[in-house]
């Protein structure tokens, strides 16, 4: 074969595919937990079959109806959410909503929440037990008054965490979900790793607040919300590209799965040559919610003009 022959990157020799903790990913665009719901919602407007992966919406054993008062408050060039963990609990999700999401054909992620390390570790025995491909540990929801970001603020804490379900999580890999509101992410990163974590998803949302100025009061009824968007891209972005650097230095080899205000494909690109193997879109998906699939034809066309044949050669980050 001629050396021009050998460079020739065809539309067959690209692989899309991404190895997540030992998960195959047809493409690394996942929906980020909360904004689409459970996969039956998005099903007749877009094929969602063409999806990398689903996050499902924050799961609890206890069921739970979510917060009172606004949800959602729009700011400029980004969301704040207070939606709480509003869902159907899990041995509802797993009887009910699991079979239709499986079926969808992406890989199944289940978001694992509660309000006490016991509720956590009761949750990841029945979804041990289920057909999710993997479960992604929520220590970073900012809406709950209990539980929900307490668990990852601290890394005493959240190692603790993270090895009581690890003990009962035999069959299915972890992502560890992290906080960008923790003031030392790196050695929080570092002791879920010691705790048996096997990849990490950052960012959630950011702490933040809005103030009603007519009615003279905050917006939100716990006062403070989650902030999401493009708002938060460049700062998400810098802590994914610190983690990978933190890992690397460790000489740990720990995929990332980076989320923050990724509407469309340069934004995807920058989270993947920051060094994520995967991203999570989120709130794009409400104003957009071709999002995702435009984004998976941009990587495509991205990596055929490139002459690039696997994800990872997206990467500018040396391991
Ligand atoms: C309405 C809404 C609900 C969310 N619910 C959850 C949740 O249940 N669990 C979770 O880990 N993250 C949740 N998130 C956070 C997103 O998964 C994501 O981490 C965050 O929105 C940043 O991504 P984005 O800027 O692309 O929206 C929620 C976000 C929004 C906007």
Known sequence: MSDTMSETVTEN???MSVNLAGVKLRNPV???SGTFGNGSEYSEIIDVSLLGGICTKGLTMTPREGNTGVRVWETPSG??????????GISSFIENKLPFLRQLGPAVIANLSGGSSDEYVEGAVLLNESSVDMIELNISCPNVKVGGLSFG???????????????VCTNKPLIVKLSPNAPNIASIALSCVRAGADAFSLVNSFKAMAIDVAGKKPVFENITAGLCGPAIRPIALRLVWELFDTLKDSKLNVPIVGIGGIACTNDALEFLMAGSCAIQVGSATF?????????????????SDNKLSAISEISIREK
């Open 13 to 15: 020799t690209i692989d």
């Open 287 to 303: 104003s957009n919610p071709h999002t995702m699939i435009e984004i998976i034809d941009g990587l495509h066309k991205y990596m």
């Open 79 to 88: 969301l704040i959410n207070s939606v709480g963990l509003e869902n159907v």
């Open 153 to 167: 603020m601290d890394p005493g804490t959240a190692a603790a965490l993270v090895s009581a379900v690890r003990r």
């Open 30 to 32: 996942i929906a980020a």
